[in-house]
């Protein structure tokens, strides 16, 4: 079985946001308005984090890490949020009963709350991507519509799924090519042998969280972020 | 009580009883429910050891209740028939 | 209204059948208030949550800091009620209907708070189809609906005797309380029954009543947030759920004792002892939240401290350090020497106290939520009229049911105390009787005796 990770380069992030506006058109991501952007409810799967200190300013491209152990989906009271066989935390919008518990036991922030009815179906839409109501909790999946779509066109093409069929969005489109996305459990891919660089470092590892999204710093020695 | 009709008496009765009758099944069906979660967890395999865990408190202490709802409801109300 | 043992405690009878204007005020304050919540809820089920301030990170605020609260409220009464009545207290009589009035009104308040703050309230039943053990949030189900079950139950029980006398001497609302009655007579069999059956509730309430508490804490110091992952949570919760209970039975005490000129029956030494009940619940209370605050700020984890610092210096300061004066500094100072002034200066202490621990709550919910690991910006929660809304509603819904328990049954209960003039004064006789040494057989005698043999 599969095993779906990123890796992040850090080093090559120019903090652009091309990641980002890429999810928000593949993921029908809603645009909140300004208003409801002041007031702190933007929603953006892929977030780019900007952390500044006296030594360094950097860019910290966040989707949803995809833990191994996620602390979100323990805590669910209905199983909207659960980890599937191939390692992506998923979310079930039609279960979800809106109790925030999840955003509130995220310990990176991943989750976006429909504060209210932001998505509509509309022309331009992602047809492949459901628009979310109002009331629920929603999240990168790594574009898991697209593990769908590659799968089907495999099976008509009768092959196995090759490496490069699915890639998320946000992969995709970065300029730098500092997004790359794999099998994390083929030893040989891309992603599992930049997994491994002693550049490779995961945000808030402490926790125990085991996330599948793996960042490249060459100053990473400290790893406070 | 000493003006009561017999209509009154009987009616009063029987909303008696629907009252046990309510306590009972609001009391039995929550044991009902956890059992539910019980077999959802396990189908799911979700964990089931906590559901399991958790019931084994939760279920006595609600099988107690419904004990001592029933005993309280039954001795009253048998007592005034048998008056 | 005739018979010489309703004359004797015919004060208690005046709330139940005279009505006056006051009541129609209250209700009528009441009643705009819980209008004002409805119409907050009803524009917030048609909008969304987005007409509250909450937002991300802060995704929790008002109405989780409620739900703690008025769960909290809870354990004023039945806990309470049952220690005093396990202990043989014998100045529980007049106070005990009403600790479990409030516990069974404010858990429903208080269970009601989560419907209000789900995004999806329409989809509440499939917490009960799909619900998961695994979930904290299930836990509280479970044991929030074993203490209201067990509650209710333990606040009918002994306002069975009470609801026949109600039956054969009121006159008024005769079917209600037939029924309700249970066709209680006071034979022998029936006290046998009733006794033991509030012997048991008393016993299975006080475990409960821990429980639910320490399963609210647990939604919060199971995740592995800042300032929540803490093992002290669920006895910090214990311990300030029954302080906040303990000041609420008091200031519903003097409410009810001023309005209905009880003064007979809910005298300073009430006030007293519970006050003394209630300063242990002070100094136990600023225990634990000295042992919480300086493990985290001797242990100096980043993301710890700035939680840390942004509840002492940082914005939630006026909060924080108002809630150190409501819940220790001012309770403190009043009720280490009640003197002359024993209900006052108790009174005067809960109602801090009230104040105090709903502060304490939202400075657990909020500061922790504000302030996430990764860069974010600090999130700023403000509510708006729909919160203040709701939360008003809620307090007037309380109160209301509270108000209108009042009008129908006895809030003090009557034949307790009857029995206390009856049975309590000749047990607590024998009682003490037997703690003294016994008379007429002198055990040092006796030995010098045997010694001498």
């Known amino acids: 079985m599969a095993l779906w990770g990123m890796v992040i380069d850090l080093d090559r992030c120019t903090g652009c946001q091309a990641c980002v506006m890429a999810c928000k058109a593949e993921n029908n991501v809603p645009a909140v308005g300004p208003k409801e952007s002041a007031r702190g409810r933007t929603i953006s799967w892929m977030h780019v984090l900007h952390e500044e200190s006296e030594e360094r300013t950097r860019f910290i491209p966040r989707p949803c890490l995809q833990c191994d152990d996620p602390p979100c989906i323990k805590v669910c009271p209905v199983y909207a949020t659960y980890r599937n066989p191939e390692g992506i935390v998923a979310q079930i919008y039609a279960r979800c009963i809106g109790c925030r518990f999840c955003m509130a036991a995220c310990p990176y922030n991943a989750k976006y709350f429909n504060w209210r009815r932001y998505g509509t179906e509309s022309p331009g839409r992602n047809p492949d991507v459901s628009v979310r109501p109002k009331g629920v909790v929603e999240k990168c999946t790594f574009c898991h519509h697209r593990l769908q779509k590659a799968r089907e066109r495999a099976l008509a093409e009768r092959r196995e799924l090759r490496a490069g069929d699915y890639v998320t969005a946000c992969a995709e489109t970065c300029p730098t090519r500092a997004i790359t996305f794999g099998d994390l459990s083929d030893e040989g891919s891309e992603v599992a042998r930049l997994a491994r660089s002693p550049r490779a470092f995961r945000l808030g590892e402490e926790l125990g969280t085991r996330p599948k999204v793996f960042y490249l710093s060459e100053t990473e020695g400290h790893r406070r972020v | 009580m000493s003006d009561s009709s017999p209509a009154f008496d009987r009616n009063v009765r029987i909303a008696q009883w629907t009252l046990a009758g309510f306590a009972v099944v609001f009391v039995g069906g929550i044991v009902g429910w956890i059992m539910h979660l019980i077999r959802t967890a396990w189908r799911l395999k979700d964990v089931p050891s906590a559901s399991i865990g958790i019931s084994l408190v939760a279920i006595p202490v609600f099988l107690t209740l419904l004990g001592v709802i029933v005993s309280v409801f039954w001795g009253l109300l048998t007592d005034r028939s048998a008056r | ?453």
């Open chain 3, 1 to 453: 209204m005739s018979d010489a043992v309703v004359e004797r405690d015919r004060a208690l009878f005046v709330p139940l059948t005279q009505t006056g204007r006051g009541f129609y005020v209250t209700v009528a304050i009441l009643g705009a208030m819980i209008l004002w919540g409805a119409i907050a809820y009803w524009v917030q089920f048609g909008e969304g949550l987005g007409v509250t301030g909450l937002h991300q990170p802060v995704s929790w605020g008002f109405y989780v800091t409620n739900f703690v609260f008025f769960i909290g409220i809870s354990h004023a009464g039945t806990l309470i009620s049952a220690i005093l009545r396990l202990s043989k207290a014998e100045w529980r009589r007049p106070i005990t209907r009403m600790a479990e009035v409030i516990t069974v009104m404010v858990i429903f308040i208080g269970a009601g708070q989560i419907l209000i703050d789900l995004g999806r309230p329409d989809r509440l039943l499939n917490v009960i189809r799909f619900g998961r053990y695994q979930s904290p949030l299930l836990w509280d189900a479970t044991s929030i609906s074993a203490y209201l079950t067990a509650s209710t139950f333990y606040l009918y029980l002994p306002l069975i005797p009470d609801i026949a006398i109600l039956r054969d001497h009121l006159g008024k609302r005769r079917w209600l309380y037939a029924v309700l009655a249970l066709g209680w007579t006071g034979t022998e069999h029936q006290h046998k029954v009733l006794n033991r059956a509030i012997a048991i509730m008393a016993v299975m309430v006080i475990p409960i009543a821990v429980s639910v508490h320490t399963v609210v804490s647990f939604v919060f110091s199971m995740t592995i947030q800042p300032a929540w992952h803490s093992s002290i949570f669920g006895p910090y919760f214990v311990v300030g759920a029954i302080f906040s209970g303990i000041a609420a039975l008091i200031v519903a005490m003097a409410v009810i004792r001023r309005i209905y000129h009880l003064d007979g029956y809910l005298k300073p030494v009430h006030f007293r002892y519970l006050g003394y009940l209630l300063l242990v619940m002070t100094l136990l209370w600023f225990y634990m939240t000295f042992a919480e605050y300086l493990t985290g700020y001797y242990g100096n984890e980043p993301e710890e401290m700035k939680v840390f610092w942004s509840k002492f210096t940082g914005p939630f300061w006026p909060l924080f350090w108002a809630m150190v004066t409501f819940n220790f500094v001012i309770p403190l100072g009043l009720l280490v020497r009640l003197g002359h002034h024993a209900i006052s200066k108790t009174v005067v202490a809960s109602m801090f106290v009230v104040v105090g621990m709903w502060l304490e709550r939202f400075n657990i919910i909020v500061p922790t939520l504000s302030n996430p690991r990764l860069p974010f910006p600090e999130g700023h929660y403000w509510p708006t009229w729909i919160e203040w809304g709701e939360t008003a509603g809620s307090f007037g819904l309380f109160i209301l049911f509270c108000v209108l328990f009042v009008k129908l049954f006895p809030i003090i209960s009557i034949w307790e105390i009857q029995e206390g003039r009856e049975v309590g004064l000749k047990e607590v006789e024998e009682r003490l009787r037997t703690y003294l040494p016994d008379e007429g057989s002198h055990p040092a005698a006796h030995g010098r005796e045997k010694v001498l043999a």
